[in-house]
């Protein structure tokens, strides 16, 4: 199965300044129609996963533009351009590409 | 709007079956083209996907290894949902588990949009 490792596993940022939180795979995620299915999904503190990007760098729809995604093949990356208190949670990645799905560990996002 | 609501008792007993139902509003449990999915969260295993069932002409379902023997997912078309059943439990079952509606079937990619509210199980005598 595929492994998914996420760093690190927790980020205190100041309100305004960026964040980044790095995601690689144990397998590239490029699957056979060309694409790579990496997902990006947030969890406030007491609700429900909600995904914000899909294959890579997608927002979901409603989701703000100061959140971005990038990279390829094992190595990828959440950018939050300017970190609003909203923002606090734990984001997880997650393959989609190979059989069985799998979420990385999380990572936490606090404000200082 | 794709709404998953979830119901089922939050307290079960080791050995005993623990039960979920998933009710489905703005979609189809027999679509084409979504997958219905449990996937259980606890601090020990994280996120984990536990199984899945749909519709492609007939029905499919999916369990991860870790359960397989113990897991059954089974759509209710009458009623628009589907339910999470998973026998012999044990304290290591304790977790919070989601429904949520994913894509693809077989082997094809999968991502999860919408997902239900949770519920927290507890797995004590």
């Known amino acids: 199965d595929v492994v998914m490792t996420q760093s690190p596993l927790s980020l205190p940022v100041t309100l305004g300044q960026p964040a980044s939180i790095s995601c690689r795979s144990s397998q590239s995620l490029v699957y056979s129609d060309g694409n790579t299915y990496l997902n990006w999904f947030q969890q406030r503190p007491g609700q429900s996963p909600r995904r914000l990007i899909y294959?890579?760098?997608n927002r979901d729809s409603g989701v703000p533009d100061r959140f971005s995604g990038s990279g390829s093949g094992t190595d990828f990356t959440l950018k939050i351009s300017r970190v609003e208190a909203e923002d606090v949670g734990v984001y997880y990645c997650m393959q989609g590409t190979h059989w069985p799905p799998a979420f990385g560990g999380g990572t936490k996002v606090e404000i200082k | 709007q794709v709404q998953l609501q979830q119901s089922g008792p939050g307290l079960v007993k080791p050995s005993q079956t623990l039960s979920l139902t998933c009710a489905i509003s703005g979609d189809s449990v027999s679509s084409n083209s979504a997958a219905w999915n449990w996937i259980r969260q606890s601090p020990s295993r994280g996120l984990e996907w536990l199984g899945r069932t749909y519709y492609r002409s007939k029905w499919y379902n999916d369990y991860a290894v870790s359960v397989k023997s113990r897991i059954t997912i089974n759509p209710d078309t009458s009623k628009n949902q589907f339910s999470l059943q998973l026998n012999s439990v044990t304290p290591e079952d304790t977790a919070v588990y989601y429904c949520?509606?994913?894509?693809?079937?077989?082997?094809?990619?999968?991502?999860?949009?919408?997902w239900g509210q949770g519920t927290l199980v507890t797995v004590s005598s």
């Open positions: 949520a509606r994913g894509t693809g079937g077989g082997y094809d990619p999968s991502t999860f949009d919408y």
């Open positions: 294959k890579v760098s």
